[in-house]
């Protein structure tokens, strides 16, 4: 069974300040997505990365592929309050099914 | 529109009760899923439609009826739920589902609607 381990579980932080989130696997995924889930809403798809090394930018978000697409990352810099929510990394699996991470919880407070 | 819509928002059902859990879009999509999230917990896998036909059952117990009348709609069917069956159930749709083919994940993105809370008495 391919597994998406994220860490930390659960992230409080100040505006302003600097956070990571990781995605590991011992398994190779193809492509690997990050999701952003809001309270009473389905996850939204912020990025996919494909290639082993990318990295890709959105706004204050950064999110990179490991060279040997086992693991990706996060990194927001100079959080702020709109962007608490769970983030999901997820890829499919050998079978082309979607999983899930685990799951990171944050929280920005002003 | 990128819309996925699900009704109703929320619900509550006692054990001998029978309620649907209702899907659509409309972008076209020939994918649509089904996923179950518990609380703090990621989405679940229950079903996959290919063009209107099931394609993956993830071993769902038969009290989860899922049902596809045509290419927007989706519907899962409850019946004689379990009180731990209370979830957020959530679906999605892509533009396709083929497994084996090559970056299927990343030339096809899951759209997500809000889901349906559901609560089982």
């Known amino acids: 069974t391919q597994l998406l381990e994220q860490s930390p579980q659960f992230l409080s932080i100040q505006e302003g300040e600097n956070l990571t989130v990781y995605c590991n696997s011992s398994s190779v995924f193809s492509s690997l997505q990050w999701y952003r889930q809001e309270p009473g809403e389905g996850p939204v798809l912020l990025v996919t990365v494909v290639t082993g090394g990318e990295v890709k930018k959105l706004k204050r978000l950064t999110f990179q592929f490991g060279d040997a697409r086992k693991d990706s990352s996060l990194h927001i810099t100079a959080a702020q309050p709109g962007d608490t929510g769970l983030y999901l990394c997820a890829g499919a699996d050998n079978t082309d099914k979607l999983i899930f991470g685990t799951g990171t919880r944050l929280q920005v407070f002003p | 529109d990128t819309e996925v819509t699900q009704t109703p928002k929320h619900l509550v059902m006692g054990m001998t009760n029978k309620k649907s859990l209702k899907c659509e879009q409309h972008m076209g999509h020939r994918a649509m899923y089904w996923y179950k999230q518990k609380a703090k917990k990621p989405p679940e896998l229950m079903f996959v439609y290919s063009y209107e036909k099931l394609s993956i059952n993830e071993s769902v117990p038969s009290r989860f009826s899922p049902e596809c009348p045509n290419s927007s709609l989706l519907n899962l069917h409850l019946h004689a739920l379990q009180p731990e069956d209370s979830a957020l159930y959530l679906c999605?749709?892509?533009?396709?589902?083929?497994?084996?083919?090559?970056?299927?994940?990343?030339?096809?993105?899951?759209?997500f609607g809000a889901g349906t809370r559901l609560s089982v008495l």
């Open positions: 999605a749709s892509s533009q396709e589902f083929i497994p084996g083919s090559l970056s299927w994940l990343a030339k096809n993105i899951q759209y």
